[in-house]
């Protein structure tokens, strides 16, 4: 089993759309939480922390379930610009020992 | 500020050559990051760097690849000799400290080895 596994997608949604990412995560002891994005041929980069509570963001909210060990990210009012791939990541270190786990990503294509 | 440098952009060589990938990173971070992407297993960390020490280099694949830290504002990850499955996009990333988990990824060097 992967330590963390996402629905690769892609997920083809006209402009205005909600869309809503799910990724589930292995290791009870995974520390912090992310997502990232991940644009055609471009470097990952940070789009949200995931916090315990629920974090809000814009358009973007992310959320954890630690008992079930799930991540979400919903995006309201999807933009044309947001058609990138969306990475669920997992910290399993904590304080200076910090070793990221990356999804294999979500695929997001907005549509006119 | 310039973000994490990485050179070459591109890299194509021929199975058993020595290829070496460089990288510079944000100025002041702590920690650097090298970082190997292929479809097939996606974004996998090869090694880290905390104050140029090498902290787990549990992801680095078998001994053709080895990477160093000299000083605080490079790194370089080497594979000799190179083969065809090392063809992938490495990307280096570095973080500020401790208290600050963002990493912050350079552009990448896409390996093509033939």
């Known amino acids: 089993r992967k330590e963390v596994e996402q629905d690769p997608g892609p997920f083809n949604v006209p402009e205005g759309a909600t869309v809503a990412f799910n990724c589930t995560y292995s290791?009870?002891?995974?520390?912090?939480f992310f997502w990232y994005r991940q644009d055609c041929r471009k470097e990952p980069k940070l789009l949200m922390s995931?916090?315990?509570s629920g974090n809000e963001d814009g358009r973007f909210t992310a959320q954890l379930n630690r008992a079930s060990q799930y991540i979400s990210l919903l995006i309201r009012d999807s933009k044309l610009s947001d058609s990138a791939t969306y990475l669920c990541?997992?910290?399993?270190?904590?304080?200076?020992?910090?070793?990221?786990?990356f999804g294999a990503g979500t695929r997001l294509a907005v549509h006119p | 500020d310039a973000g994490v440098i990485q050179s070459p952009r591109h890299e194509v060589t021929e199975m058993g050559q020595e290829v070496t990938l460089r990288c510079k990173p944000i100025?002041?971070?702590?920690?650097l990051f090298w970082y190997r992407q292929t479809m097939m297993r996606g974004l996998e960390l090869l090694i880290y760097?905390?104050?140029?020490?090498?902290?787990?280099d549990s992801g680095m694949p078998e001994d053709r690849f080895s990477a160093k830290m000299p000083n605080a504002s490079f790194s370089t990850l080497k594979i000799q000799p190179s083969e065809p499955r090392d063809s992938a996009v490495y990307f280096c990333?570095?973080?500020?400290?401790?208290?600050?988990?963002?990493?912050?990824f350079g552009p990448g060097t896409r390996l093509l080895v033939l």
């Open positions: 990541v997992v910290n399993l270190g904590s304080g200076g020992y910090n070793k990221l786990i």
């Open positions: 290791n009870s002891a995974s520390q912090s």
């Open positions: 760097f905390n104050n140029n020490v090498p902290i787990d």
């Open positions: 990333a570095s973080r500020p400290g401790q208290l600050q988990e963002t990493q912050y």
């Open positions: 995931v916090y315990s």
């Open positions: 100025s002041g971070h702590d920690y």
